[in-house]
Structure formats: structure tokens, C-alpha cells
């Protein structure tokens, strides 16, 4: 049973940075895709960023050049540094792992942004 447990979310200021980590226990079975959606209160889960076993990056356009995605395969790791936050950065963030069996989410990290 593969298992996430996020990490690095918190309170703070417009243009701070935050790192978040997504460490996951269990089988991983390859291809597979790791990355990061957030959740608004309100609003709809939205994809943030995802980078794929083979490399491929997605990023949704409200982030591209301030937050990266990065994985270390070796710890099945995932890791999302969020540069320049903005308060509509404020939201729950939850890592996902899709394999080729299954799709899992982490418990969620919230993140706060302040103006």
C-alpha cells in the first residue's frame, strides 16, 4: 500500500517562497507521474504542476515561472519550490502519484499566503 505524507506548508508573506516534499512509502511501479494540485476554499481542485518518470514537466499557466516541480527517484520524492507566492497561492496542496495501477493523493498541506 503506497502511503503520502506531504510536508513544508505554512503562513507566508507575498513574494516569499515555500518548498514543499512529498514522501511516498510503498511500491511505485513505473511509468509514473508525480506532482502537485491545490484546492481553493470554494473552488474546484486544480493541477499545479506534474513531472513525469521520463522527465516531462506541466505546469498550469498561473505558476510557470515561479514554481518548479522536481522528484528524486531514487527517496520517491516529489517536491514543488514556490517562488514570488501570491495570496490567490493560498490554498490546501495535495501531492498525487499516478503508476501504472493506481492513482494516490497525499493528506493535503495547507498553504497561506498574506498581502
Known amino acids: 500500500q503506497v502511503q503520502l505524507v506531504e510536508s513544508g506548508g505554512g503562513l507566508v508573506q507575498a513574494g516569499g517562497s515555500l518548498r514543499l516534499s512529498c514522501a511516498a512509502s510503498?511500491?511505485?511501479?513505473?511509468?509514473?507521474?508525480m506532482g502537485w494540485y491545490r484546492q481553493a476554499q470554494g473552488k474546484q481542485r486544480e493541477l499545479v504542476a506534474t513531472?513525469?518518470?521520463?522527465?516531462?514537466?506541466k505546469y498550469a499557466d498561473s505558476v510557470k515561472g515561479r514554481f518548479t516541480v522536481s522528484r528524486d527517484n531514487a527517496k520517491n520524492t516529489a517536491y514543488l519550490q514556490m517562488n514570488s507566492l501570491k495570496p490567490e497561492d493560498t490554498a490546501v496542496y495535495y501531492c498525487?502519484?499516478?503508476?501504472?495501477?493506481?492513482?494516490?493523493w497525499g493528506q493535503g498541506t495547507q498553504v497561506t499566503v498574506s498581502s
Open positions: 498525487r502519484i499516478l503508476d501504472i495501477r493506481n492513482t494516490y
Open positions: 510503498g511500491t511505485i511501479f513505473s511509468p509514473n507521474n
Open positions: 513531472k513525469s518518470s521520463s522527465g516531462i514537466t
